[in-house]
């Protein structure tokens, strides 16, 4: 049993059972992906496979095709994401991650480069290292490095082992 609202949305279903899709395009090209939900034009419309997703907003979860059990929330939350198990709420959230798994971000633009596993990012731009750093320059007067005359240099070694090996790097 399915539900389909909307031009083109479950336009390709064969044998897929319990999925609702609600608006244009929504899980359209979905011929055996399980108990999924898609609401908004776009959501899930690549979708083939992938089982238990949850799709809200124009183009949630719109490239996924095989990954399941994620959680796409707001527009284009989540939108290049092809990994099971993540959670994207926000305004494109999470847009840009797609191989990760097990992996949060929420608020506006939260996770956006995130491809590593295992992560949480909360707040405007959370996870993305570019941002971060843009921010910091705007935030922080610059130093010039000629002037700075370290006595010491500390390296949080017990907090740099729960880090990604990129970042331990």
Do not use: M
């Not at 049993?1 to 395009?25: K, M, P, R």
């Not at 108990?35 to 979708?47: F, I, M, R």
């Not at 989540?78 to 798994?101: H, M, P, R």
């Not at 750093?133 to 240099?153: A, C, H, T, Y």
């Amino acid at each position: 049993n399915n539900t389909a609202i909307g031009n083109n949305s479950l336009q390709a279903n064969t044998t897929a059972d319990d999925n609702t899709a609600v608006g244009y395009h929504a899980l359209k090209v979905n011929p055996t992906g399980d108990k999924n939900v898609a609401v908004g034009s776009l959501a899930l419309d690549a979708n083939t496979t992938g089982a238990d997703g949850v799709a809200i907003g124009y183009g949630a979860l719109g490239s996924n095709t095989t990954g399941g059990l994620s959680v796409a929330i707001g527009k284009n939350a989540y939108k290049s994401g092809t990994a099971s198990n993540n959670v994207y709420i926000g305004l494109d959230a999470g847009t840009s991650a797609n191989s990760g798994i097990y992996q949060i971000g929420i608020g506006s633009a939260a996770g956006n480069s995130n491809t590593g596993s295992n992560s949480i990012g909360i707040g405007w731009f959370a996870n993305s290292a570019e941002i971060f750093q843009k921010v910091g320059d705007v935030l922080l007067d610059k130093i010039e490095r000629s002037d700075v005359n370290f006595k010491r240099f500390l390296i949080a070694e017990d907090l740099l082992e729960l880090c990604d090996e990129e970042v331990q790097d």
